[in-house]
């Protein structure tokens, strides 16, 4: 077991906790990153972008500053001189599958920040459906481009 990304997925994960409690609790606002983003870039609300713009930022700027100080970013770069690492597919995949998880988002009314750790932690209904379907939607495709297609490791 590799401890140093076992303890940097700790300490990021009470930070993404943190950062969704402080936002509820001077703002009063659900830390999703899909409604966030998505406000800011759709209807860039007088007075209200400040934040959002403040809290994306942050999340750029994290990884960032975590690579300045010569950390690495955990298991996500396959070789040690990769940022990244190689897309799973080309352009035109990535494009889809992030057009899919933009429609997926509006459909499910959030992200999996939102309802995976705002949601959960108020007990929301909603939320736990939404959490539910986007694990299985997770585990399916794993499986079918793993075993069906036979495109991973």
């Known amino acids: 077991m590799d401890w140093i990304a076992s303890l940097q997925g700790l300490i990021g994960g009470v930070f993404i906790g943190l950062s969704a409690v402080w936002l509820m609790a001077t703002l009063g606002r659900i830390a999703g990153i899909s409604?966030?983003?998505?406000?800011?870039?759709?209807?860039?609300?007088?007075?209200?972008?400040?934040?959002?713009?403040?809290?994306?930022?942050?999340?750029?700027s994290g990884p960032l500053l975590l690579m300045l100080m010569g950390g690495g970013l955990g298991n996500v770069a396959g070789a040690p001189g990769e940022v990244v690492g190689q897309p799973a597919g080309g352009v035109g995949l990535m494009l889809v599958a992030g057009l899919l998880v933009g429609l997926g988002t509006g459909l499910g009314s959030g992200c999996t920040s939102g309802h995976g750790v705002c949601g959960l932690a108020r007990l929301s209904p909603r939320s736990m459906v939404a959490t539910l379907t986007f694990l299985v939607c997770a585990i399916v495709t794993v499986y079918v481009m793993r075993h069906v297609v036979g495109g991973g490791a």
């Open 35 to 60: 409604g966030i983003v998505g406000s800011l870039v759709t209807t860039l609300p007088k007075g209200d972008s400040g934040w959002r713009v403040a809290f994306v930022l942050g999340l750029v």
